[in-house]
């Protein structure tokens, strides 16, 4: 993995069970894992279209995930701050989750709160 290319949220991370409730292989269940990471990381630039599309593209994979909690609470845990994870936009996130150390059990007590907004966003 080279610096500055995006990590798609199911491939090539290590395993990181950050505590109970967090499956320590869910990113070998993610429906992302095979993806394209532009459609999961578009790039920030001017054409908002092609962004809004790419992350709508992103969002419906996600939307048939079944590990989208994990993957939710690994970006809310890890405070990602690009990418579609779990659903959910960087901007989203950013507007949504608080700022701020966040423990890897609140991280899963909101990602629980956020899926919904996840789902409907879909």
């Known amino acids: 993995m080279s610096a500055g290319v ?6 090539d991370l290590p395993p990181q069970p950050y505590g109970p409730g967090w499956p320590a292989y869910w990113r070998q269940d993610a429906a992302c894992r095979d993806g394209d990471p532009d459609a999961f990381f578009p790039p920030d630039g001017r054409n908002t279209k092609a962004r809004a599309a790419a992350e709508a593209r992103a969002r419906k994979i996600c939307s048939t995930c079944a590990v989208r909690r994990p993957c939710l609470a690994t970006a809310i845990f890890r405070q990602e ?42």
């Open 6 to 11: 995006p990590v798609l949220p199911g491939r």
């Open 81 to 122: 701050e690009h990418g579609v994870w779990g659903g959910l936009t960087s901007d989203q996130r950013v507007n949504l989750i608080p700022r701020g150390r966040i423990s890897a059990d609140d991280a899963l007590v909101i990602a629980d709160r956020l899926l919904p907004v996840a789902t409907v966003a879909s």
